[in-house]
């Protein structure tokens, strides 16, 4: 069975940081790129930040650029989001996701999300 568990959300104020984690299981995690997607009340869900299957490559929104950073620990089977200088504007509900091919739009595989609260 494949399973995506997230960990690490919380409320924090603003200014603060977070890191969260996403454990895979039930399949070859080293094969897959790896996605981080958040969706705000009221709003489409948007790509924040991916990480190629080697970490050779990584891609951040804009709006979180320069504040997150994506890694992966391929040997605990694991992506992180270090999430640094928070805003109430990134509260959402985060989600990873694994795909085949890098940032894809439509993950193969989804995890049940994390919440993530900034207070001002």
């Known amino acids: 069975e494949v399973q995506l568990v997230e960990s690490g959300g919380g409320l924090v104020q603003a200014g603060g940081s977070l890191r969260l984690s996403c454990t895979a299981s039930g399949f070859e995690f080293d094969d897959y790129a790896m996605t981080w997607f958040r969706q705000a009340p009221g709003k489409e869900r948007e790509g924040v930040s991916c990480?190629?299957?080697?970490?050779?490559?990584?891609s951040y929104a804009d709006s979180v650029k320069g504040r997150f950073t994506i890694s992966r620990d391929n040997a605990k089977n694991t992506v992180y989001l270090q999430m640094n200088s928070l805003k109430p504007e990134d509260t959402a509900i985060y989600y990873c996701?694994?795909?085949?091919?890098?940032?894809?739009?439509?993950?193969?595989?989804w995890g049940q999300g994390t919440q993530v609260t900034v207070s001002s």
């Open positions: 996701a694994a795909s085949s091919n890098y940032c894809s739009a439509a993950p193969d595989y």
């Open positions: 990480i190629s299957s080697d970490s050779g490559r990584t």
